[in-house]
């Protein structure tokens, strides 16, 4: 879920001088003293906290910003105030009140109050496009994922009236209680904005008369994605096509931080990344996954090892029912290409999933580690039923699956199919390399193309229903069950672009799903949805992956104690805790 190229020498120098300028006593160029190396293979699409909804972004933007609450040490279920000091929850979970933190500057040097917060809310329960995370915001709030556009019951008294300030006291407004809520808040994409500074560059101007333009407005590129200004330890200092770098904020209300500055280079090249940090250029990289760390960089001077870290995330290549042209071919059944409802045929997708060698693929990307899943949800969430076997490996199965697919035109005329995989990751190529090896050894006339591509337009393309397949993963954005299972698997989740299935039985269960308390109903229902979701094979479904973290063991700050997914994807914690000794 993550992403780079190797900086020119001439890039580099300019980058060197650039945090020179800064901080005179800074060693720029090998990432010592108070300078944080991270390199990375592919790009970050956006620094707008109201857009982000990628761990590449979402691991600058979570320390540029701050969310009211955030997750008490290693704990992904205990939350503790941070731009919040206190709350109130009333009216039987359907009010919330906030005492917000005194004292507190935005980089631009003006004072956090109320109504910045008030504006973040709204400005994200109005613009709330695909790419972002505020459908489950607007689900709280509003009673609905749905922006104004798609949803016309959508109005401005409603956002209004669903967040605004009591004094200096921010007040929400649910329609029903939501035992989820404060979870959401915690999520990096609510972040709190600086209302002024963003009216100032021409973002949103957070009034009834000019809301309706700002309605599911694409905010990638927007302003403040360019001249961010939050109240995070970190300030940006510049962002271009090969990196960012971020600088301490020195009003920041809490624990200076001790690293000065951050560097997050894109550097494509695996070896390139991995010689620069056994070099120590880099504190941190993408390492490709533990095979790559096992056999080139355990055990290697300077190099420290954080092993067995859990696994939330979920990780499976989509079948797209639907495909919206760009990868089709011929568009027929003859062999040169698909049906843009190829994927629709069940016994296509059946051929597909027995098709894929899960226990290969955690040999050779996870030298072992991990176990085949029943379901795109993590085994450490409640609702993973552990008593339904996953689908097996099966070549005859698949074969069975793809004689009987369309009426037996697919095994008679062949097809041609074009996969993506993100650029530069050896997991998800080894994947797809694996996926197409045996697809195309059950017939001659079976043919898969895999296609490297940056990882901003496969989000781009996938959100628009173009990629035929897809591996792609979830991290959660709060500790419930329900954000995989909604987000992937019902017809109005954040995922239906990639796979366009729409499955009303799975849609009750999981609406029932989010409709009680019970637990033991709720697992139930989870189990239901598993079940079906695997007789249906709407996902290959990728093993689960116990995290290795590889770093510079000058590197302070990290550890089982502090490692929380839930905040960071790299470090498991934020840069403002991290030291170099």
Partial sequence: MTHKRTL???????????????????????????TLVIQESSDIPTLDPGTS?????GQVVENLYETLLTYQGNSIRELTPMLATEWKEENGGKEYRFTLREGV?????????????????????VTNTGDSGNWFLGESLLGTGANANDDKSVTWQRIADAVKCDGETLVFTLPKADPAFLSK?????????????????????????TWKEAVGKDLTGSPLAQDPSGTGAYRLLKKDATAVTAQAFADYWGEKPQI?????????????????????????????????????????PGVALLDDLPDTSAFGIAMNQNVNGGQLGSGKLDGQGMPANFFSD???????????????YIKEVQSGKGSERNVMLPESFPGYDASLSPTKFDLAAAKAAFQKAWGGQVWQNGFTINVSYRANSKPAQTGMELLKKNIESINPKFRVNIVAKEWSKILKDSEAGKEAMVMTGWAPDYADADNFIYTIYHSKGYYHPRSNFTDAQLDAWIDEARSTTDTAKRNELYSNVAKRAQDQAYYILMPSNPGLLAYRDNLKGIGTETFNPMISFRTGTLWKTLSKG
């Fill in 53 to 57: 909804y990628d761990t590449a972004s």
């Fill in 185 to 209: 808040l915690a999520y990096t994409g609510q972040g709190i904005v600086d209302s002024e500074h963003a009216k100032k560059i021409g973002e949103w101007d957070g009034t009834e008369a």
């Fill in 260 to 300: 000065q500055n951050v560097i997050i280079q894109k550097v494509p090249e695996q070896a390139a990344r991995i010689q620069a940090f056994l070099k120590g250029d880099a504190d941190l990289i993408e390492t490709g996954g533990r095979p790559i760390v096992e056999t080139q960089i355990k055990g290697q």
């Fill in 105 to 125: 500057k935005f980089h631009s040097g003006n004072p956090f109050k109320c109504a910045d917060a008030e504006y973040t809310f709204r400005r994200n329960l």
């Fill in 8 to 34: 020119s020498a001439l890039a580099l120098a300019s980058l060197a001088l650039t945090l020179a300028s800064c901080n005179k006593n800074n060693n720029a160029s090998n990432g010592a003293g108070s």
């Fill in 346 to 360: 069940v016994d296509v997708r059946r051929g597909f999933v027995a098709a894929f060698d899960v226990p290969t």
